[in-house]
């Protein structure tokens, strides 16, 4: 016995005045509608209506008991009520694992716009290169850089693939002048990043497909794309990110890209989530606004 639908139906051939009534109103049957509540009494040990040939009354118990059911019945359709709207808004707290890039280098990017256009959302976000897990941490979602996924038990939504590019000040390019090969990059200071890319042997491919193998001569390496960056624009060297990362930089001249011709391969850029029936609308809309904002 489901005794949430005898509950109901019981409210109902008290409200409706009869079992034929009640039947009507819950689009089911009267003797369906009589043996749910002849279950009904049997499982409270108890009889809530007397009943004849013509009419029928409520016992005590059984007054009790519809006014119970009425309370219960009407918490059970408000909380289903919160939940539909809740599926039909974008709102509420939406936890989130983003790389340092994301978080941080790029966040001017789309945080603006996403916030304008979501004011009932409230972001909460952890800025880390290390992967977690969604479920265990109490993530709704993660952003992701990396090489393409293997097999996951996640949901991975591909929102742009992004070439690794090397690039330097201006002012370290007029002290140090500007590498024309990839040969001649061992001349130089390379900053290397120990959080992703190998940081022993740098491996650039032309545009025609033709690849370098290149040695790092580092005196800087870091294992957070911020101190990367800012050791960039500082003029320490020349280093690695995706363009997606350095594209703001690039267009205001802070950084410029060296051998235009060659990139270190490319990166991925993945929105994960955890594989439900359901997906929140504060999920989707933060997956959705990502997924355009690489698009653009």
């Not at 890039?101 to 959302?121: C, H, N, V």
């Not at 941490?137 to 690794?164: H, M, N, Q, W, Y």
């Not at 491996?203 to 370098?212: D, V």
Request: hydrophobic share 45%; net charge negative; glycine share 6%.
């Amino acid at each position: 016995m489901d005794q949430l639908l005898a509950m109901r139906a019981f409210r109902f051939i008290v409200e409706a005045q009869g079992f034929s009534a009640a039947a009507e109103r819950l689009d089911t049957t009267h003797s369906r509608v009589s043996r749910q509540l002849k279950q009904l009494e049997t499982a409270l040990g108890v009889q809530l209506l007397n009943r004849n040939t013509r009419r029928f009354t409520l016992t005590a118990a059984g007054e009790r008991y519809y006014k119970a059911s009425v309370d219960i019945l009407e918490r059970v359709e408000a909380a289903a009520q919160a939940m539909a709207n809740e599926q039909d808004n974008a709102a509420g707290l939406l936890r989130v694992s983003v790389p340092l890039a994301i978080g941080t280098l790029e966040l001017t990017d789309w945080l603006p716009d996403f916030q304008q256009r979501f004011p009932d959302i409230q972001l909460e976000l952890s800025c880390s290169d290390q992967f977690v897990d969604l479920v265990a941490e109490g993530f709704d979602v993660a952003l992701r850089i990396s090489g393409p996924l293997a097999d996951t038990t996640l949901v991975a939504k591909s929102l742009t693939v992004s070439e690794v590019v090397l690039v330097a000040s201006p002012a370290y390019l007029a002290h140090h002048g500007l590498p024309q090969t990839a040969q001649q990059l061992a001349e130089h200071e390379l900053l290397t990043f120990t959080g992703a890319l190998d940081v022993d042997e740098w491996l650039l491919i032309s545009a025609q497909g033709a690849s370098t193998r290149v040695a790092p001569r580092s005196r800087l390496k870091t294992d957070t794309i911020t101190a990367l960056h800012a050791a960039a624009l500082a003029g320490a060297g020349i280093a690695a990110f995706t363009r997606q990362t350095v594209q703001t930089d690039l267009t205001s001249g802070r950084l410029v890209q060296i051998l235009p011709g060659c990139t270190l391969g490319s990166r991925h850029y993945y929105a994960l989530y955890p594989q439900t029936r359901y997906v929140a609308p504060k999920v989707r809309a933060f997956v959705d606004h990502m997924a355009g904002h690489y698009r653009g």
